[in-house]
C-alpha cells in the first residue's frame, strides 16, 4: 500500500512538472517579437541601402574533421546590418537557412570569418572523403535587404591542408558558426532531419 501511494506521488509531480513546461513554452512562444512594419515603413526607419558583400575567400580543400574557415568582408551604407545568412549543401542534405547576428560593432563595416566544424556532418561524408560542401552566404539589414549571395565550394580530401587567406585582407574576427541541421531526402523514408 505504502508503495502504491509513492508512485502516486511520483506521477503527480512529474504530471505537475510537465504542466509547468507546456506552460513555460507557451509564454515563451511569445517572446518572439517579429516587426511587423512594412517596407516603406522599415526603409524609412533604417533606410534604403542594401548591404554589400565586397570580398570573400574560403579554402577549396579541407580535411574531414577539422575546421573550415570561411572568410568575408561587408558593407552597409546605413550601418543596420542584422545577420550573416548561411546556408548549407551537401550531397544528401540541405540545411534550411541560418541567421547568425552580426556584433553591433561590425554593423557598417563587417570583416572576418565563420568556422564550420566538418566533424559535425554525417559521419558518412568524412569516412570516404571526396565530399563536396557548398556553403550560401549573405547579408541582411534590419529593413529586410539582402545583398548578393556569396557562394563558397570545399572538397573534404584526406590530408588536405587549408591555404590561408591573403595578408592583411580580413581581421581574425569570429563572426559565428555554421549550423548543421539538414533536411534530408530519401526515396524510402521520406524527408527527415539529421542529426
Given at each position: 500500500m505504502g508503495a502504491m501511494r509513492q508512485l502516486k506521488g511520483l506521477l503527480d509531480r512529474v504530471w505537475a512538472i510537465g504542466v509547468l513546461v507546456i506552460a513555460i513554452g507557451?509564454?515563451?512562444?511569445?517572446c518572439?517579437?517579429?516587426?511587423?512594419?512594412?517596407?516603406?515603413?522599415?526603409?524609412?526607419a533604417y533606410g534604403s541601402g542594401q548591404p554589400k558583400i565586397e570580398a570573400v575567400f574560403a579554402a577549396r580543400w579541407v580535411?574531414?574533421?577539422?575546421?573550415?574557415?570561411?572568410y568575408l568582408n561587408g558593407s552597409d551604407p546605413e550601418g543596420d546590418m542584422r545577420w550573416i545568412q548561411v546556408s548549407l549543401w551537401v550531397p544528401g542534405g540541405i540545411m534550411n537557412t541560418a541567421r547568425l547576428d552580426v556584433d553591433p560593432d561590425q554593423r557598417g563595416r563587417l570583416s572576418g570569418y565563420l568556422t564550420?566544424?566538418?566533424?559535425?556532418?554525417?559521419?558518412?561524408?568524412?569516412?570516404?572523403?571526396?565530399?563536396?560542401?557548398?556553403?550560401?552566404?549573405?547579408?541582411?539589414?534590419?529593413?529586410g535587404h539582402v545583398s548578393e549571395r556569396a557562394i563558397f565550394s570545399a572538397s573534404m580530401v584526406l590530408g588536405a591542408r587549408q591555404d590561408s587567406p591573403p595578408a592583411g585582407q580580413f581581421k581574425e574576427k569570429f563572426l559565428g558558426e555554421v549550423p548543421v541541421r539538414f533536411l534530408q531526402?530519401?526515396?524510402?523514408?521520406?524527408?527527415g532531419t539529421w542529426p
Open positions: 507557451f509564454l515563451a512562444q511569445g518572439t517579437v517579429l516587426d511587423q512594419r512594412t517596407r516603406q515603413e522599415l526603409e524609412a580535411a574531414p574533421r577539422e575546421v573550415w574557415r570561411i564550420l566544424h566538418t566533424m559535425d556532418l554525417p559521419e558518412s561524408l568524412q569516412r570516404f572523403g571526396n565530399s563536396d560542401l557548398r556553403l550560401y552566404v549573405a547579408l541582411e539589414d534590419r529593413a531526402f530519401s526515396p524510402s523514408a521520406g524527408i
